[in-house]
């Protein structure tokens, strides 16, 4: 043990323990690049899905406006079928993996279960449409969205 005249002119060195341990926070993707995957995954899997619906299913877009409950519940159960394999398989939807993140539980940073994926999908859908909740990032210190608290998972960097 050191005397305390030693400690205090610095002539003790202390010992630390240098674990590198990574912080969560510094896991967690930023909301820019979170924004531009779902953009992407828009794009890529939305946007074909509605073309193939109103011109190959429906025929026409007469047809899709005359009918619209079925034209969008077959977009939508074809776009969530289609998300929640991106994300059951490999936690990563064509946009994810564009910008080198990955969906994955919150507690574990392992692979997302069936039921955090179905919750996932319902509060986003329910986030996108209520405006506000999209906004909820911006208001808590760990820039969690809607979705994550509620499904218990994150989007990380995948570096």
């Known amino acids: 043990m050191a005397k305390w005249r030693d400690v205090k002119h610095n002539k003790v060195k202390t010992q630390k323990n240098e674990l590198n341990i990574k912080s969560p926070k510094s896991d967690l993707a930023s909301l820019l690049s979170r924004l531009k995957a779902f953009l992407t995954d828009t794009f890529l899997i939305t946007t074909p899905i509605l073309y193939i619906v ?40 064509p946009g994810l993996k564009a910008y080198d993140l990955k969906l994955v539980d919150n507690r574990t940073k392992q692979r997302v279960s069936v039921i955090q994926v179905l919750v996932r999908y319902i509060t986003t859908l329910f986030a996108v449409l209520s405006f506000f909740l999209l906004f909820m990032p911006f208001f808590n210190k760990d820039k969690r969205t809607f979705q994550d608290i509620l499904s218990n998972t994150i989007i990380i960097n995948d570096k």
């Open 54 to 93: 109103i011109y190959l299913v429906m025929g026409s877009g007469e047809e899709f406006a005359q009918n619209r409950v079925l034209g969008w519940s077959i977009i939508f159960i074809v776009h969530a079928l289609l998300i929640l394999i991106f994300w059951l398989k490999n936690g990563q939807t």
